[in-house]
């Protein structure tokens, strides 16, 4: 069964500052996507970024990279230049690909941006 | 990109009544969707798989028969809880992949906020 595991519920990040939140997963799959969502007070979910496992290199997407080490089992993401609007929950989620596509989320980190 | 729309944003209903939510994929059609559960402060948590023609195939805890999934065309899942009480209020999220692929990214609905008093 997959699991999918973050550990800080809170982070504090002053504004412009870079900030890691973390994530560990664990599947006997070998072939896996890893995900990150950022969820607003709104609620609605935004995709960030996905890792494939088999992906030689870390992605990025804008502000947002990701720190994959396949050997830790560990996909954390980098915000660089935090900015007062990411303030929210983000969320750390799997996919294995012997799935039926549905994903398995973390427990979430709450992020409070500091002006 | 994809957009998937969740109707109605929030609703509040009366104890023992059923409540409807709706799920639309706008612009592409999905074979499958996912309906999810989030309590305030927690994680989401899948309720059950929804396929189109199909039975929906719940996860383990979750009453079949008290969340009823439709899936009768390639663009729209609903949801009913029926007979809702306090404690079936939450936050209740779809989600739709446009791809077959397991790569695809899955888009979300705006989500539903039930209160039931």
């Known amino acids: 069964a997959q699991k999918i595991t973050q550990t800080q519920p809170g982070m504090f990040v002053q504004e412009k500052e870079a900030v890691t939140l973390d994530c560990t997963y664990d599947?006997?799959?070998?072939?896996?996507?890893l995900f990150w969502y950022k969820q607003p007070s709104s609620g609605e979910m935004i995709f960030l970024i996905y890792q494939g496992s088999y992906d030689q290199q870390n992605a990025t997407e804008g502000r947002y990279s990701l720190n994959f080490q396949k050997a830790r089992k560990s996909a954390n993401l980098v915000i660089s230049a935090s900015q007062l609007g990411d303030s929210a929950m983000y969320f750390c989620?799997?996919?294995?690909?012997?799935?039926?596509?549905?994903?398995?989320f973390g427990s979430g980190t709450q992020l409070t941006v500091l002006p | 990109g994809a957009v998937v729309s969740q109707h109605p944003s929030w609703v509040i209903c009366k104890s023992g009544t059923s409540v409807k939510i709706e799920c639309r994929s706008l612009d592409f059609q999905a074979t499958t969707m996912f309906w999810y559960r989030q309590f305030p402060k927690q994680s989401l948590m899948l309720m059950a798989t929804?396929?189109?023609?199909?039975?929906?195939?719940?996860e383990q805890g979750v009453e079949k028969d008290k969340f009823l999934i439709n899936h009768a065309s390639l663009t729209l899942s609903t949801l009913t809880v029926t007979s809702a009480h306090p404690e079936d209020s939450s936050f209740y999220i779809c989600?739709?992949?446009?791809?077959?692929?397991?790569?695809?990214?899955?888009?979300f609905g705006q989500g539903t906020r039930l209160t039931v008093v």
């Open positions: 989600s739709a992949s446009a791809g077959t692929g397991n790569t695809a990214e899955a888009f």
């Open positions: 989620a799997m996919r294995d690909f012997g799935s039926a596509r549905q994903l398995t």
């Open positions: 599947t006997s799959d070998p072939s896996y996507g």
């Open positions: 929804s396929n189109e023609g199909s039975k929906a195939t719940y």
